[in-house]
């Protein structure tokens, strides 16, 4: 075995995986021993109710390269990935989610990219084979995030990319914001690209719940807000709190223009009671976005909005 200190971690998130494990990490395992590059594969079982754990404890005894972090309960794929990378090792951080089949040759090519000035490198899943639902949902969401967040790639969220682990270290990962890492990174500076990796033909889960659909819909309205006004929310909110309150006020005044004029009854009217609820609803945006405003001042002294790359003397 190799005893060198890994300049390669290999993080895999795994839920009900017992039947494919032996077969995945045996071909990663052979994959990489052909780069002459140290490495280890850290494997989270993120609360799988099958014999995952079982194999993967005894491929750790097989191979010392292999560790392994098992969940009490299923957490998610955010948090399994931050598992991975506190107790890995590697300057070069390798993530693989069991949610997609990709082709293993594929995955050092991922790796070589970072020797040509790149900081994170996103596996683009081409051609896709799981159902045609799926590749349907995923291009609407990608087109819809890359747009929002102009960050120009075709599979934002496709379950694979290499990444230095300064990239993992800076970003905060939670909740589903493990699908926009990319966005997260190129938010910081970091040089982002992507290359196709062959998808392996095999039993894909169909994304058929309208729940997942608003969830997603969710996490990119999430994004798009920590992305651009997570430091200054009073521009986001204050923006929509004006044209509520202003559009608020036009009809209001048009309404006491009515009834001076002595045109007719304003009681009652429908319009009243909008442009009243106009100036209430302009006026709660404007002090939430206020209040956030004060949030982040009260903690500015916490809060970095640089990433220093180099320091030259």
Same mark, same amino acid.
């Given at each position: 075995?190799?005893?060198?200190?890994? =300049?390669?971690?290999?993080?895999?998130?795994?839920?009900?995986? !017992?039947?494919?494990?032996?077969?995945?990490?045996?071909?990663?395992?052979?994959?990489?021993?052909?780069?002459?590059?140290?490495?280890?594969?850290?494997?989270?079982?993120?609360?799988?109710?099958?014999?995952?754990?079982?194999?993967?404890?005894?491929?750790?005894?097989?191979?010392?390269?292999?560790?392994?972090?098992?969940?009490?309960?299923?957490?998610?794929?955010?948090?399994?990935?931050?598992?991975?990378?506190?107790?890995?090792? !590697?300057? &070069?951080?390798?993530?693989?989610?069991?949610?997609?089949?990709?082709?293993?040759?594929?995955? @050092?090519?991922?790796?070589?990219?970072?020797?040509?000035?790149?900081?994170?490198?996103?596996?683009?899943?081409?051609?896709?084979?799981?159902?045609?639902?799926?590749?349907? #949902?995923?291009?609407?969401?990608?087109?819809?995030?890359?747009?929002?967040?102009?960050?120009?790639?075709?599979? #934002?969220?496709?379950?694979?990319?290499?990444?230095?682990?300064?990239?993992?270290?800076?970003?905060?990962?939670?909740?589903?914001?493990?699908?926009?890492?990319?966005?997260?990174?190129?938010?910081?500076?970091?040089?982002?690209?992507?290359?196709?990796?062959?998808?392996?033909?095999?039993?894909? &889960?169909?994304?058929?719940? @309208?729940?997942?659909?608003?969830?997603?819909?969710?996490? +990119?309205?999430?994004?798009?807000?920590?992305?651009?006004?997570?430091? =200054?929310?009073?521009?986001?909110?204050?923006?929509?709190?004006?044209?509520?309150?202003?559009?608020?006020?036009?009809?209001?005044?048009?309404?006491?223009?009515?009834?001076?004029?002595?045109?007719?009854? #304003?009681?009652?009217? @429908?319009?009243?009671?909008?442009?009243?609820?106009?100036?209430?609803?302009?006026?709660?945006? #404007?002090?939430? !976005?206020?209040?956030?405003?004060?949030?982040?001042?009260?903690?500015?002294?916490?809060?970095?909005?640089?990433?220093?790359?180099?320091? +030259?003397?």
């Amino acid at each position: 075995m190799d005893k060198q200190a890994p =300049k390669i971690s290999i993080l895999l998130s795994l839920y009900n995986f !017992g039947d494919q494990v032996d077969t995945l990490i045996g071909s990663l395992v052979q994959v990489f021993e052909k780069t002459g590059s140290a490495f280890e594969v850290v494997c989270v079982d993120d609360g799988s109710l099958d014999e995952t754990v079982v194999k993967l404890i005894k491929l750790t005894r097989q191979d010392t390269r292999v560790r392994v972090i098992r969940m009490r309960d299923t957490f998610g794929e955010s948090a399994a990935m931050e598992a991975a990378l506190r107790y890995s090792t !590697g300057t &070069r951080i390798l993530y693989m989610s069991s949610r997609v089949r990709v082709n293993p040759e594929s995955l @050092p090519g991922l790796l070589d990219r970072l020797d040509h000035g790149y900081d994170l490198v996103m596996g683009w899943r081409y051609p896709r084979r799981d159902f045609l639902l799926n590749r349907a #949902i995923s291009w609407l969401f990608n087109r819809l995030a890359s747009r929002l967040s102009k960050v120009r790639l075709h599979d #934002i969220n496709s379950g694979v990319f290499v990444a230095r682990r300064e990239v993992l270290e800076r970003i905060s990962i939670y909740g589903d914001l493990h699908n926009f890492i990319p966005v997260l990174a190129a938010q910081q500076g970091y040089r982002i690209t992507e290359m196709k990796v062959e998808q392996l033909p095999g039993s894909f &889960r169909m994304s058929r719940y @309208p729940t997942e659909y608003i969830r997603r819909f969710l996490d +990119i309205i999430t994004v798009f807000f920590l992305t651009r006004y997570s430091k =200054k929310p009073i521009h986001l909110m204050g923006f929509f709190g004006a044209m509520f309150f202003l559009s608020g006020l036009v009809i209001e005044l048009y309404l006491g223009v009515y009834r001076l004029l002595k045109l007719g009854p #304003i009681a009652g009217r @429908p319009l009243l009671i909008l442009g009243a609820l106009l100036l209430v609803i302009g006026i709660q945006m #404007i002090t939430i !976005g206020l209040l956030g405003e004060m949030i982040i001042f009260t903690h500015a002294g916490d809060i970095e909005e640089y990433n220093i790359e180099e320091v +030259i003397n």
